[in-house]
C-alpha cells in the first residue's frame, strides 16, 4: 500500500517534475516550490519509449546515457533528500503517473522547466489534458542569458552577431540560493528506487580504459570536476589550446555531459570562470569556454526561434538538397568502416565509450553529410542514442551546420586527411582504436 496520502486540504502542497534540470542547486523552479509551499516533492519519470529500438535499428537512449542518467537521478535523490524532499521516481506514461499523483497527495502546483521542442512539448501537453486544478509554473532555466533579458530581435542566425549582442548588452544573472528547507515531517515514509540498466533493457558493463569520459553522473561529480578543472589543476588556463585534443581527460572541460541533462546550470560554470578570472588569471582561455557557453545558448534560441524546423531534413534553410538512405554505408559510417580511418577512429570510440571529442564530431558528420550524402537527421539520431552529452538543441544545431541546411554561412565541408593530419600527425589516436577493433 503506497505511503503517498493526501495532506491537509488548506495546505499548499507542491511538486517539482525534474526532466532535463537534474539539480538542487541554482534551480528556480525549486527554489520557488520551497518558498511558496508547506510541502514539495519530487518527481522523475522513465519514458520507456526512449529504451527501444526506432525505425534505423537503434535505441534512442543507449547503455551509455543510461548509465549517467541513473547516476544522476541517484545523486538528486541523495541531494534532494538533505532538504528533506522525497524524489518520486516512476517507469511509465508521465501524464498517467501524475494525473494519480496530484489527486493522493492534492497538489496544486507544479513545478518545471520549460521545454519546447516537440517529445517534451507533447508530453506536456498530455498532462495538462487530463490535470484537473493544478496550476503549472514554467521557468526558462537552462540558459546562460536568460530570454527574458533578451530581445528577439536580435537573436541572429548568425552566432557571431548573437554574441556580440549578448556580451555587451545581456548581463547573466546571479545563482539562485536556497532560502530555506524543510523538517523531517515533508519526507514520504516510502522509499522510491532508480531503475537498474536491467530493468531499462541493458546489460551491465565495463568503462573502456581508453575513455576519455571516466566520470560518473551528478550534480557533486560535476562541481569535483569543475573544481579540478579550474582550480586544481588549473587546465582551464590552456582551454583554447588543447579543446581540439583527441586522447585524455583534460584536452576539454568535459562539462557538456552535465549540462545537458542540467546536473550543473551553465550560471554555475559561468560565475566560477569569473571567480577564477578575478583571482588567478584571465586570459583567452577563460574567455573561450565562456564562448563555448555561448555556443550552447545560440542553438538553444536557434531552436526556440525555428520550433521543430531543427529535425525537417531541409533545415531551418529549408534547403533542398538531394539525400541518400542507404543503410548500407550508414551502417558502415556507424560501424566505423568507412574509407577514411580518422573517421573509422573516432566511431569506434563513440561506441565504446559513448563519447567523442568535439574535433571528431565535426568530422564524422561532415563526411555523413558532405561525402555521403546520407540523411543527415541519420546521424543526429545515432549521436542522440550514443552521447554522454546529448542535448537536442546543440545536436541538431550542430548537425544542421555541419551538413549545410542550417547556420553556417560558407557551408564548409571537413578535409578529412587534412583534419586528421593536423590533429593526428602520429596516428596516435587512430592507431588506439584501431588496432585494438574486433573484425567480425
Known amino acids: 500500500m503506497s505511503n503517498i496520502v493526501a495532506k491537509d486540504v488548506d495546505q499548499t502542497n507542491s511538486l517539482v517534475w525534474f526532466r532535463n534540470d537534474l539539480r538542487v542547486n541554482d534551480h528556480h523552479g525549486l527554489k520557488q516550490a520551497i518558498e511558496n509551499s508547506d510541502s514539495v516533492v519530487g ?8 529504451f527501444v529500438e526506432n525505425k534505423l535499428g537503434f535505441k534512442k537512449t543507449d547503455k551509455f546515457r ?12 541523495k541531494n534532494l533528500k538533505k532538504i528533506n524532499i522525497t524524489l518520486i521516481i516512476k517507469i511509465g506514461d508521465s501524464a498517467k503517473i501524475l494525473s494519480e499523483l496530484t489527486s493522493k497527495k492534492n497538489i496544486k502546483n507544479i513545478y518545471l522547466q520549460e ?9 506536456l501537453l498530455n498532462l495538462k489534458n487530463i490535470l484537473n486544478d493544478v496550476v503549472i509554473h514554467s521557468n526558462y532555466d537552462q540558459f546562460l542569458f536568460h530570454p527574458e533579458d533578451i530581445n528577439s530581435q536580435y537573436i541572429s542566425d548568425v552566432f557571431t552577431n548573437f554574441r556580440k549582442y549578448c556580451e555587451k548588452k545581456v548581463d547573466v544573472r546571479s545563482i539562485s540560493l536556497m532560502s530555506k528547507k524543510f523538517g523531517s515531517e515533508n519526507l514520504i515514509n516510502e522509499d522510491f528506487k532508480v531503475p537498474s540498466l536491467k530493468m531499462l533493457g541493458f546489460d551491465d558493463f565495463e568503462l573502456d580504459n581508453r575513455s576519455a569520459f571516466i566520470f560518473a553522473g551528478g550534480s557533486d561529480s560535476a562541481k569535483e570536476r ?5 582550480w586544481k589543476t588549473r587546465k582551464v588556463n590552456f582551454y583554447k589550446q588543447t579543446r581540439n585534443g583527441l586522447i585524455g581527460l583534460d584536452y576539454s572541460s568535459k562539462f557538456s555531459a552535465w549540462l545537458s541533462n542540467g546536473s550543473i546550470s551553465p550560471r554555475e560554470i559561468y560565475w566560477e570562470i569569473k571567480q577564477y578570472e578575478k583571482d ?8 573561450w569556454l565562456v564562448f563555448e557557453l555561448i555556443w550552447r545558448d545560440f542553438f538553444k534560441y536557434i531552436s526556440l526561434k525555428y520550433g521543430n524546423k531543427i529535425f525537417m531534413l531541409g533545415g531551418i534553410l529549408e534547403k533542398d538538397y538531394e539525400w541518400s538512405t542507404d543503410f548500407q554505408i550508414f551502417n558502415e559510417w556507424i560501424e566505423g568502416r568507412t574509407v577514411e580511418p580518422f573517421v573509422n577512429a573516432n566511431m569506434i570510440e563513440l ?4 563519447w567523442m571529442s568535439n574535433r571528431g564530431r565535426q568530422n564524422v558528420a ?29 545536436n541538431y544545431g550542430n548537425w544542421m551546420y555541419v551538413s549545410g541546411v542550417g547556420n553556417d554561412p560558407r557551408d564548409r565541408k571537413f578535409n578529412i586527411k587534412f583534419q586528421a593530419e593536423r590533429y593526428d600527425s602520429m596516428n596516435k589516436y587512430q592507431n588506439m582504436w584501431l588496432q585494438k577493433r574486433l573484425f567480425i
Open 226 to 230: 569543475l573544481d579540478h578543472y579550474v
Open 43 to 50: 518527481f522523475y519519470c522513465f519514458n520507456p519509449d526512449l
Open 115 to 123: 521545454e519546447w521542442t516537440k517529445e517534451e512539448t507533447d508530453e
Open 280 to 287: 588567478i588569471l584571465k586570459n583567452q582561455s577563460t574567455y
Open 366 to 394: 561532415s563526411f555523413l553529410a558532405k561525402e555521403l550524402k546520407i540523411d543527415w537527421r541519420w546521424g543526429a539520431a545515432y549521436f542522440e542514442s550514443k552521447l554522454i552529452d546529448y542535448d537536442v538543441h546543440s
Open 351 to 354: 561506441n565504446s565509450t559513448g
Open 66 to 77: 543510461a548509465k549517467f542518467l541513473i547516476e544522476t537521478l541517484e545523486n538528486l535523490k
